[in-house]
């Protein structure tokens, strides 16, 4: 069983970063393939980017190329979501996600999940 925490959103204007970070436990994510998705209001949830058991990265969605990214800390049992020039559409509840092994884009493949944090773009 792991149990997943997410942390760091907040209200940012555009243009901001922040760093979201998915905090493990109950078992190390050495294993595991750890995506993050976000769901907007009235908007299906969408898959953004995952990293597998191995560092590989994939992207799923094409509006955050070359501003988010995706990276994790074994040590800490961590996976760490960059975003940064957040626009007004990023406003979502980000949540991460994980499953074993290998990335999936669709989120019925993840079988644990966090609770989820807010990030707000407005000025």
């Known amino acids: 069983q792991v149990q997943l925490v997410e942390s760091g959103g907040g209200l940012v204007q555009p243009g901001g970063s922040l760093r979201l970070s998915c905090a493990a436990s109950?078992?190390?994510?050495?294993?595991?393939?750890v995506a993050w998705f976000r769901q907007a209001p009235g908007k299906e949830r969408e898959g953004i980017l995952c990293?597998?058991?191995?560092?590989?990265?994939?992207l799923y969605a094409d509006s955050v190329t070359g501003r988010f990214s995706i990276s994790r800390d074994n040590a800490k049992n961590t996976v760490y979501l960059q975003m940064i020039s957040l626009k007004p559409e990023d406003t979502a509840v980000y949540y991460c996600?994980?499953?074993?092994?290998?990335?999936?884009?669709?989120?019925?493949?993840?079988?644990?999940w966090g609770q989820g944090t807010q990030v707000t773009v407005s000025s």
């Open positions: 996600a994980t499953r074993r092994n290998f990335c999936r884009r669709d989120d019925w493949e993840y079988n644990y």
């Open positions: 109950g078992s190390t994510l050495d294993h595991y393939g």
């Open positions: 990293i597998s058991s191995g560092g590989g990265t994939i």
